[in-house]
């Protein structure tokens, strides 16, 4: 074989090589090319993501809003019961003292 010879076969499996690889590369990217579809799908998918992110953040904002509302009600009627039930326990010891100041007034 000549030099020229091989010069050309060298330069025939090249090109044959680089074709094979050219196409190759243009089936893959045919295969794993996103459709236009499927990219607005993401766009609608991630945007429903957010609003409900938004809607997920504005909940746990009220209820720790009401949590706070509530837990200040509940320290304020337990406030309420304790003043009550010491007024209770004061008037109950008043009328104890009043019936035996009654009953020694009786007796005597």
């Given at each position: 074989?000549?030099?020229?010879?091989?010069?050309?076969?060298?330069?025939?499996?090249?090109?044959?090589?680089?074709?094979?690889?050219?196409?190759?590369?243009?089936l893959?990217?045919?295969?794993?090319?996103?459709?236009?579809?499927d990219?607005?799908?993401?766009?609608?998918?991630?945007?429903?993501?957010?609003?409900?992110?938004?809607?997920?953040?504005?909940?746990?904002t009220?209820?720790?809003?009401?949590?706070?509302?509530?837990?200040?009600q509940?320290?304020?009627?337990?406030?309420?019961?304790?003043?009550?039930?010491?007024?209770?326990?004061?008037?109950?010891?008043?009328?104890?003292?009043?019936?035996?100041?009654?009953?020694?007034?009786?007796?005597?």
């Amino acid at each position: 074989m000549s030099r020229a010879e091989f010069v050309i076969a060298t330069a025939i499996v090249l090109f044959v090589a680089f074709c094979l690889g050219w196409f190759a590369n243009w089936l893959v990217h045919r295969f794993t090319r996103v459709a236009a579809g499927d990219v607005a799908e993401l766009d609608r998918m991630s945007q429903e993501l957010h609003e409900a992110e938004e809607t997920r953040d504005q909940a746990i904002t009220y209820l720790q809003q009401r949590e706070a509302e509530l837990t200040n009600q509940l320290a304020q009627t337990e406030a309420e019961l304790r003043a009550a039930m010491d007024g209770l326990r004061d008037a109950r010891h008043e009328t104890e003292e009043l019936r035996a100041w009654i009953e020694r007034q009786q007796a005597g």
